[in-house]
Nanobody, 124 residues
Framework: QVQLEESGGGSVQAGGSLRLSCTQSVRTYCTYNIGWHRQAPGKDREFVSG???????YYADSAKGRFTISQDNTENTVHLQMNRLKPEDTAMYYC??????????????????WGQGTQVTVSS
């Protein structure tokens, strides 16, 4: 129903910055909360940041003060600006879309859709 595409990952030195983007490729009548999650090899996937449909933002403690999530409604894109990156930020970063509102005929409430992920590598 909704297609997500992440971009902006790469390799940087500690202290550097990256800007990740999550683009919703298919428009729907559903309302979504967008989130960023990351998973390092052998580790559980963890929440990094999220933005609700009303603009409210949320950050994991590890991201507070360094990461900023924002939305561009015109481009149907959510960005995650990551500054002062640390080696422990190294992971595959995934974008998620949670259905939170809309006509039940078209919008499966609480369904979660995932992008394919983009790799972030931070070297010391």
């Amino acid at each position: 129903q909704v297609q997500l595409e992440e971009s902006g990952g790469g390799s940087v030195q500690a202290g550097g910055s990256l800007r990740l983007s999550c683009t919703q490729s298919v428009r729907t009548y559903c309302t979504y909360n967008i989130g960023w999650h990351r998973q390092a090899p052998g580790k559980d996937r963890e929440f990094v940041s999220g933005i609700d449909s009303d603009g409210s933002t949320y950050y994991a403690d590890s991201a507070k003060g360094r990461f900023t999530i924002s939305q561009d409604n015109t481009e149907n894109t959510v960005h995650l600006q990551m500054n002062r990156l640390k080696p422990e930020d190294t992971a595959m970063y995934y974008c998620s879309a949670d259905v939170v509102a809309g006509d039940p005929l078209w919008c499966p409430m609480r369904a979660r859709y995932w992008g394919q992920g983009t790799q972030v590598t931070v070297s010391s």
